[in-house]
């Protein structure tokens, strides 16, 4: 039999064991925040590498402020050495996010039922996990020399930015340029679908500083949160429809979120509202925004146009000061557009489900930033099982039918990456 007919074959005889593994890692409660139970859940992922032949290593994101004690940032690495060929690194992140209200099943049960896995963290990306663990085991079984080295990583912290997670092993060099070729991040983004970067992300504080007076001659101050209204009417009246108006050429799905776009995450100002009330002419108010940009686009004149628009805007409240503070930004990623990582997967795709593989690209960002931005590994997409609409969800599942594809895909196109087709 042919060494990838070979590696399909153990696939679909390791279906129990994909499901068990799963469900395992879904009744491991790794709630971010605060970021419970990391350690018990990377020794589990490291276990099971060390026993498919893994180098295991444990890095602890110690220098992090999210550390701590009682909630230790733990990420776990292997690395299976073949012959001097490509590495190609699968990554997941093992945290979730809590539950929430609204399920019909225990979310840390990791209930199997009617041929789906459910859980929290099952498709996003419990599952995934999986699917690259398998993919590695898969091609051991099948007796498959790999010309390569595969390396499987569980990290932290992904739903809250993974700082201590991804971009911790970029700072640490343990993922870089000149010891990383691909990576595949098996998020969910449905079997047949390719996932090769994501639009900027410009969060940024604006306070708005007017004068105090008494409030009921509001003629002598200057009131901040009229300032800020001013501001507000401006976005929605001048900037949104410019945003709604710039398209990117990324695939961004879904539509909306091929154009740039901006929202109010929050406000505040005056006297908290609720409490004992003066008479004051407000003299501060705040509020934070989320401006995500498009590739097109490029940051610094995303931030220019906010600047000019906010100076016209309260040009007509003299006495009005205003400040803004950068709280985060993303610059877009992007595969390159001929990445060998995309066609070995493309064929992978055409090879299992029967059709060609259509690309997209993330309305939010993933762990794909610190990879290309700070690793340097610019030849990186996500690509793994689940459904994107499921994730975060109460009763979030996972198809088995969907995770088998996506381990036989994975597997492919790794022995692909290292010459064996
Ligand atoms: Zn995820």
Redesign the pocket.
Known sequence: MHPIDRVVAEVDRAVDEMVEFTADLVRIPTINPPGEAYDDCARFIGNRLAADGFDVEYLVADGRPEHSARYPRVNVVGGRRGGPGPVVHLNG?FDVVPAGAGWTLDPFGGIVRDGKIYGRGAC??KAGIAAAVFASEAITRAGVQLPGTIEISGTVD??SGGFAGVAWLAEQGRVAKDRTDYVIIP??LDVDRICIGHRGVYWFELTTRGRIAHGSMPFLGVNAIEGMGHVLEAIKSELQPVLAARTTAMPVVPDGARHATININGIDGGQPVGGIQTPCVADCCRAVFDRRFLIEEGFEPTRREIVALIERAIRAMPGLKYEMRDLMIVHPTKTPDESPLVGALDAAILRILNKPATLVASPGT?DQKHFARIAGVSHCVAYGPGELEL?HQPDEWCRIADLVKATKVIALATLDLMGVK
């Open positions: 992140h996003d990306m992904e739903e998020e969910p993933y994730a």
